[in-house]
Nanobody, 131 residues
Framework: QVQLVESGGGLVQPGGSLRLSCEAS????????IGWFRQAPGKEREGVSC????????TYADSVKGRFTVSRDAAKNTTYLQMNSLKPEDTAVYYC????????????????????????WGQGTQVTVSS
């Protein structure tokens, strides 16, 4: 079955960096776009970044542009979220998810990183930015 496993979270000081990984199994990785989301305590889940499946088109929330970089490695069925210049407001549980659309339509899920356009989700990894 579809499985997504996030890792790489932890405690980091403001200004620091972390790289999250999302390892996928149980489906054809290249058919799906992968989105990253986060949910802070008491807040709704928000889209952070997305990467398409064919040309690797990327999109980012305004709050992370210039600081976060998403990438994918098809050989490892893994998507990465490199997070630099972290701020306390980046503290949240981070999730990865697969697009509901597949193959040539998958990138449509990345246009607004809308969670309604993502189907299977990982269990999340905690990121805490604090001094």
């Amino acid at each position: 079955q579809v499985q997504l496993v996030e890792s790489g979270g932890g405690l980091v000081q403001p200004g620091g960096s972390l790289r999250l990984s999302c390892e996928a199994s149980g489906f054809k990785f290249d058919d799906y776009a992968i989105g990253w989301f986060r949910q802070a305590p008491g807040k709704e889940r928000e889209g952070v970044s997305c990467i398409g499946n064919i040309r690797g088109r990327t999109t980012y929330a305004d709050s992370v542009k210039g600081r976060f970089t998403v990438s994918r490695d098809a050989a490892k069925n893994t998507t990465y979220l490199q997070m630099n210049s972290l701020k306390p407001e980046d503290t949240a549980v981070y999730y990865c998810a697969t697009s509901v659309f597949v193959r040539s339509s998958a990138v449509a899920s990345c246009v607004r990183i809308d969670e309604r356009l993502f189907g299977s989700w990982g269990q999340g990894t905690q990121v805490t930015v604090s001094s």
